[in-house]
């Protein structure tokens, strides 16, 4: 009996040991403004390409000059290469590919000289791969190649990485951007060139302890240190109680269906909406009719109410913001940091399934 007890003590102690963090960080010298989010809206309206639907008397959709846009996505370090060339990326569930500048990025590119480049040639596990890479986000977008090197993550080593070097990018879309490239954590059906995405290498090559990853973000505005990426599981000291979770309503897309969200005496969504759950996007974007009504509250409130969110029964409540919330341009509804930020998130890649719980 003791000796079970030892074991599945020591088992547990292991299997937290096996977690890999992430420290998240993200710009502290940034405010949010209905310009910047209107900017970001449109981004994350092209990421996923929605079926769009005509807006009426809109300020908000479309034409957003991107060269003005940054934003409060949440990013952390990885490397890239032996020895190791440092990056900072925006961990995004609503993409699948990894993408840094590289060091032949074109000299009249601004974002190349923002950030940190990749050097294939100072890089003795730099494997050739050529393959042309382009990545549109609409008014803006990512040319390059792809290539492939050991990527590393917290303590996690991966080989043969395939990953895209940027030469050049349209509009300036990431210039301002306070982290160098993105590293999607979407499944690889989503990926440009239907490259495998580096969770799934880091699972094939026995690298985690489960397929899940978890999240939680510091909801400390002027705080640097922003959260943490957790590979491998959850972390049950983050949040209390249980994680109650949800399907994904489509296959292999971080995509869920809401039962419900209230807001004040509205109901913004009822009898199921269709939700993205983006790690990559500060913001809540929801369908036009939904921000509508949100915004008939707001303006019409002494004491701003709260957002409930109904999902697959359970009731999370959020406190509004209203500079964090944009019209998705669709009847698709988009859960960003601003909604993150209010819960633990489990990402369950083998189940394909979310856990959400309150943060501890
Ligand atoms: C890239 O790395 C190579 C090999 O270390 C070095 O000779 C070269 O100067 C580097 N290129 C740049 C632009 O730093
Ligand atoms: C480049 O990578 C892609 C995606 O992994 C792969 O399909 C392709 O075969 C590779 N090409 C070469 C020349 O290695
Ligand atoms: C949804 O909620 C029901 C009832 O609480 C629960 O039994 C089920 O496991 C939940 N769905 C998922 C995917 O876990
Ligand atoms: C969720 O999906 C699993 C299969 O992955 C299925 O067994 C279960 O019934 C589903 N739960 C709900 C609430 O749809």
Known sequence: MLKSIALLALCATLAAANLQRIPLYRNPNFQSTPESAA???????AKYAFDTVPTTGDNSMGHEPLINFANRIYYGQITIGTPPQEFLVSFDTGSSNLWVPSIKCSACSQ???NHQKYNASASSTYV????????D??????????????????????ENQVFAEILTEVDNSFTQQSYDGILGLGFQSLAVDDVTPVLSNMWSQKLLAQEVFSLYLATDGTSQQGGELILGGSDPSRYQGDLYYVNLSKK???QI???????????LCKDGCEAVVDTGSSLILM???????????????????????VINGSSFTLPANLVNVQKSGSDHWVLGAAFLEG?????????ERIGFGTLA
């Open 111 to 113: 974002t190349c000289l």
């Open 252 to 254: 292999n897309r971080w």
């Open 39 to 45: 900017a970001e809206a449109a981004m994350v309206r």
């Open 287 to 309: 369908p036009d009719g939904a921000f509508k009504l949100f915004m008939d509250v707001f303006y019409n409130s002494e004491h701003l109410p709260d957002m409930e969110f």
């Open 343 to 351: 819960f633990y998130t489990e990402f369950d890649m083998a189940n």
């Open 128 to 135: 050739a791969n050529g393959t042309g890479f382009y990545m």
């Open 137 to 158: 986000y609409s008014q803006g977008g990512v040319i390059g190649y792809l290539s492939e090197d050991t990527v590393r993550v917290g303590d996690i080593v991966v």
């Open 257 to 267: 269906k809401m039962n419900s969200v209230y807001f004040g005496d509205s109901t």
